[in-house]
C-alpha cells in the first residue's frame, strides 16, 4: 500500500514545460503574440486544422505580415 502511495506522489509532481515549448493547440480564443521576423511589427495569429486520430485539432501559427513596407508581406500587400 505505501508503494502506491508514492507512486501517485511522484505523478502529482510533474510539471508542465515553458510555456515557450508548448504548442498553441487547446487555446481557444487565446490571445497570442506573433511578430514578423522581418521587420518585426504584430502579425495576427492564423488557425490551421491537423488531423490526428480520426479528429481534427486546432494548430494556431504565425499568419502573414500586414506590413506593406515588409519583404516577408505577401504581394497583394506589397507597394
Given at each position: 500500500?505505501?508503494?502506491?502511495?508514492?507512486?501517485?506522489?511522484?505523478?502529482?509532481?510533474?510539471t508542465?514545460?515553458?510555456?515557450?515549448?508548448?504548442?498553441?493547440?487547446?487555446?481557444?480564443?487565446?490571445?497570442?503574440?506573433?511578430?514578423?521576423p522581418?521587420?518585426?511589427?504584430?502579425?495576427?495569429?492564423?488557425?490551421?486544422?491537423?488531423?490526428?486520430?480520426?479528429?481534427?485539432?486546432?494548430?494556431?501559427?504565425?499568419?502573414?505580415?500586414?506590413?506593406?513596407?515588409?519583404?516577408?508581406?505577401?504581394?497583394?500587400?506589397?507597394?
Amino acid at each position: 500500500m505505501a508503494r502506491h502511495a508514492q507512486h501517485t506522489t511522484s505523478q502529482q509532481t510533474k510539471t508542465r514545460p515553458p510555456a515557450e515549448e508548448r504548442t498553441g493547440t487547446g487555446r481557444a480564443g487565446a490571445a497570442l503574440d506573433y511578430t514578423c521576423p522581418s521587420c518585426g511589427h504584430h502579425v495576427p495569429a492564423e488557425v490551421h486544422r491537423h488531423k490526428t486520430l480520426g479528429i481534427y485539432v486546432p494548430v494556431w501559427r504565425r499568419g502573414t505580415c500586414h506590413n506593406p513596407d515588409c519583404s516577408a508581406a505577401g504581394p497583394e500587400r506589397q507597394r
